[in-house]
């Protein structure tokens, strides 16, 4: 039966190749004007199943809380004033409402400050406000610590060994050991060689806000200092090239303006994250496969060329294959509509996989003319003579591309139908418009030419052949053992990629990353066991909270520190000094205390606490230095 179909293609080219010629014009004409409407996604929810269970979780948290995919703005340069770029910045962004929902890029950490008592665990709370009801109970004092001396007056008057917790003498040395260090920095200040600077609840929580990823102004840091992050969130959360080119193009039209107005220079700006990931990629694709394409094509041609050295035959063989894209894609644009990360590039790969019918079928029909038959006849013959080869090894090809768009991954899926339906198209192609255009641009015939060999000689080549092919085979197979999967998207990415290089500096300088695990959970409860349970795990950096914004117990926690609210008005602290600097005044406040620590080591002497004695000598030594200067 396919004989029978091949004689009928091959009378019907024959005597109407004109029509054929007409037809696939106007079918190209119809194909390519689906091609202009084409679109090219770069989205990764356009590669996965709709009806896959994890994209339909998804989808949902998308209509919950938006997308996970902020854009992130790195800079670096000058950390000492990264601070306030990042503030213009931030302003500058949220002016853009239209497509900018927030910035994050700084704690509010005079909130925590202000609820700190909240956030300590019940019994290490309860243990404290023990120790410190102690410690003050024979303190006097009346409204808030506005200075200096009434903090030294205060402290002065306390129970120096109640306030570290006697029952633990090393954690009461660990402590004074700490008091002496800060107050040689008081000493260093009071000299003049170090900056005058009562940053030193900064300074205490430095190492605490450093794991976070935080400096002592809240602001977002890499674990050196010298790298600072801005997360900035889109009103959509889409992630399709049309929305996401505007916010990112807002951001980048931001940095530019502040840049512009920035009074000194250093600071580099880099972005990164998902949005800048699609734009990258949406861009570099539909630059590059219109580059592939147009190189493929013409380096196809002049390998036919060279290779046959005729002109119309490197005419005759491209032309069809050329249509043979264009209807594919034609095809693609009104089964899919959009081409993704893996079918973009696949009309280079076509040209390559298709390029060999009609090399095979024109030099058919060169032998044919060359053996003295006339083009039609050479044509009939040649079809007849290669069509099954043609047909069979094509239908081959296109089958197990069709097999691949069975798999239940959406990428893969589509790559296997325009894949296939391309192999279609070349076919169809070739059988068709290859042999018409030969009526209307004749190929110069060839001759045919006869090698013969000896038996033997053949034996002894294929043999050859097979131990090679064998040997070759066993090598590769055991370098084929060694593959391994690369999960990494980035190495996907353009060389050059700004996305790539400033996620990279992310990933090896802090525990930010551009990309992000989002679990919804039902409750607080089980947001607390669930982050807890994260936190232990050694592949995971980072876990943030909403359970870490809300304090547990906190009616116990309130009915706790109301119980013992005469002891934390004692050392309430005023926002604002009142009073002048007063040498006399602060050498006078400093006695109590020298009495105080006096106290403690007689204390601690007779308790047999050597270790705490030193300790407190240290102190003691510090303190007469600062009375004496």
């Known amino acids: 039966m396919l004989e029978r179909w091949l004689e009928w293609v091959a009378g019907f080219v024959a005597r109407r190749y004109v029509l054929v010629l007409v037809i696939a014009a106007l079918v190209t004409a119809v194909a390519g004007y689906g091609v202009s409407k084409l679109d090219v996604?770069?989205?990764?929810?356009?590669?996965y199943p709709d009806d896959l269970e994890v994209n339909k979780r998804f989808n949902e948290f998308l209509k919950e809380f938006g997308t996970t995919g902020n854009l992130v703005v790195v800079l670096e340069g000058q950390p000492q004033r990264q601070g306030e770029f990042a503030r213009r910045l931030a302003e500058k962004l949220a002016s853009r409402t239209d497509v900018i929902s927030g910035v994050f890029y700084r704690t509010d950490l005079e909130f925590f400050a202000r609820h700190l008592p909240l956030y300590v665990p019940f019994d290490s709370l309860k243990e404290g406000l023990d120790k410190l009801?102690?410690?003050?109970?024979?303190v006097e004092g009346e409204g808030p610590i506005d200075g200096l001396v009434a903090l030294l007056s205060r402290v002065g008057q306390m129970n120096v060994m109640s306030l570290g917790g006697g029952s633990d003498p090393s954690k009461v040395a660990q402590g004074l050991d700490d008091v002496a260090a800060e107050l040689d920095k008081v000493q260093a200040m009071v000299d003049g060689t170090q900056p005058v600077s009562l940053d030193w609840l900064s300074s205490l929580m430095e190492e605490p806000l450093k794991a976070q990823g935080l400096d002592p102004e809240g602001y977002l840091r890499s674990k050196d200092?010298?790298?600072?992050?801005?997360?900035?969130?889109?009103?959509?959360?889409?992630?399709?090239?049309?929305v996401l080119r505007p916010f990112v193009t807002a951001v980048e039209e931001g940095v530019a303006a502040v840049q512009g107005d920035w009074d000194g220079d250093g600071i580099t700006v880099g972005l990164t994250g998902l949005p800048m990931n699609s734009v990258e990629e949406t861009e570099s694709i539909?630059?590059?496969?219109?580059?592939?394409?147009?190189?493929?094509?013409?380096?196809?041609?002049?390998?036919?060329?060279?290779?046959?050295?005729?002109?119309?035959?490197?005419?005759?063989v491209f032309i069809p294959l050329l249509m043979a894209g264009v209807w594919n894609l034609g095809i693609t644009a009104a089964l899919i509509g959009y081409l993704t990360l893996l079918t973009s590039g696949f009309t280079a790969i076509l040209f390559g996989l298709g390029v060999d019918y009609g090399i095979f079928l024109s030099g058919l029909i060169?032998?044919?003319?060359?053996?003295?038959?006339?083009?039609?006849?050479?044509?009939?013959?040649?079809?007849?003579?290669?069509?099954?080869?043609?047909?069979?090894?094509?239908?081959?090809?296109?089958?197990?591309?069709?097999?691949?768009?069975?798999?239940e991954f959406k990428g893969?899926?589509?790559?296997?139908?325009?894949?296939?339906?391309?192999?279609?198209?070349?076919?169809?192609?070739?059988?068709?418009?290859?042999?018409?255009?030969?009526?209307?641009?004749p190929l110069p015939p060839s001759k045919v030419t006869k090698v013969a060999a000896g038996r033997e000689r053949r034996v002894r080549f294929a043999w050859g052949t097979i131990v090679l092919a064998t040997l070759l085979?066993?090598?590769?197979?055991?370098?084929?053992?060694r593959l391994e999967m690369d999960f990494d998207v980035q190495n996907i990415m353009p060389k050059g990629s700004q996305s790539v290089e400033f996620a990279r500096k992310m990933a090896a300088n802090s525990d930010f990353k551009a990309e992000l695990i989002a679990i919804p959970v039902e409750n607080l409860e089980e947001s607390r066991r669930v982050s807890t349970a994260l936190r232990q795990l050694p592949t995971i950096a980072r876990?943030?909270?909403?359970?870490?914004?809300?304090?547990?117990?906190?009616?116990?926690?309130?009915?706790?520190?109301?119980?013992?609210?005469?002891?934390?008005?004692?050392?309430?602290?005023?926002?604002?000094?009142?009073?002048?600097?007063?040498?006399q005044g602060f050498d006078e406040a400093m006695e109590p205390l020298v009495d105080a620590l006096l106290d403690g080591q007689d204390q601690a002497f007779s308790a047999g606490h050597k270790e705490l004695v030193g300790s407190l000598e240290k102190v003691l030594q510090r303190v007469e230095a600062l009375r004496d200067t």
């Open 543 to 583: 876990v943030q909270s909403v359970d870490e914004l809300v304090p547990e117990s906190q009616d116990k926690k309130l009915a706790l520190l109301k119980q013992d609210q005469a002891a934390l008005k004692l050392l309430a602290i005023s926002g604002e000094v009142k009073h002048p600097v007063d040498a």
């Open 473 to 481: 085979s066993v090598g590769a197979g055991i370098g084929a053992s």
């Open 366 to 407: 060169q032998e044919g003319t060359g053996s003295g038959l006339g083009r039609e006849e050479a044509l009939k013959r040649a079809l007849k003579r290669a069509g099954r080869t043609v047909v069979t090894a094509g239908l081959t090809t296109a089958s197990a591309f069709f097999l691949i768009g069975t798999v």
């Open 225 to 242: 200092g010298e790298m600072m992050f801005l997360f900035v969130q889109p009103v959509q959360s889409s992630d399709e090239y049309e």
């Open 286 to 316: 539909r630059r590059d496969v219109l580059f592939t394409v147009v190189v493929a094509a013409i380096a196809i041609l002049l390998i036919i060329l060279i290779g046959f050295r005729s002109i119309r035959r490197g005419i005759v």
């Open 133 to 138: 009801e102690a410690a003050t109970a024979d």
């Open 41 to 47: 996604l770069a989205s990764r929810t356009a590669l």
């Open 412 to 441: 893969f899926a589509e790559l296997g139908v325009v894949a296939g339906i391309g192999v279609l198209m070349v076919i169809v192609s070739t059988l068709f418009v290859l042999p018409a255009m030969t009526l209307v641009i």
